[in-house]
């Protein structure tokens, strides 16, 4: 998914460790009780993917960081709502969690507009934060969902 490039921060070459790194990440998330990991398989091959990693300090486990990922021909279809409705209801039940952040490309409309219907707050605009190849910058913006 990283390949597509527009949508996200890391390049796939900057992805370290591979599919190892990649598996003992998701191990380590499993085992965190303040972090969530889904993943969507169509026939075997995923198609989308929910982490919403836990504070890892003791005076930030009430937080975790959401990232939300679907392949490019899934998309369109109710998956990402799906996925983030889950994330937020894992919210919601969590004993510890309440507070999910997350931070969007600025121009991302489709996810801003997914999380707005979710009643995700902006805490703040971070402008030029990334500088692109062709020397264009993106802004992103800072959001944030309190446990109801
Ligand atoms: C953002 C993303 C996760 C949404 O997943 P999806 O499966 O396409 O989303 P859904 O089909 O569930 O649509 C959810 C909402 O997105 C918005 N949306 C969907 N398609 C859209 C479009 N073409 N234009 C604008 N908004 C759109 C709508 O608000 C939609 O709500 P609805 O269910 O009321 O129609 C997906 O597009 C994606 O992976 N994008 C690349 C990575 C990314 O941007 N991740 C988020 C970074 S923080």
Known sequence: MLAEKRWFI???EEHRGGID???RRLRELSRSDN???LVARR???V???LVCTGGPLHRMRHT???EVMVAQDARGG???RALVQASVDWLDAHETVEKLGLSVFEDNERALALYASFDFIEEGRRPKEYKLDDGTYRGDVLLYRWSR
């Open 10 to 12: 890391t390049r796939p």
């Open 21 to 23: 790194g990649e598996i």
């Open 35 to 37: 972090s969530l990991c």
């Open 43 to 45: 026939e075997g091959k």
């Open 47 to 49: 198609i989308g993917l």
């Open 64 to 66: 975790a960081k959401l």
């Open 78 to 80: 109710g998956l990402g």
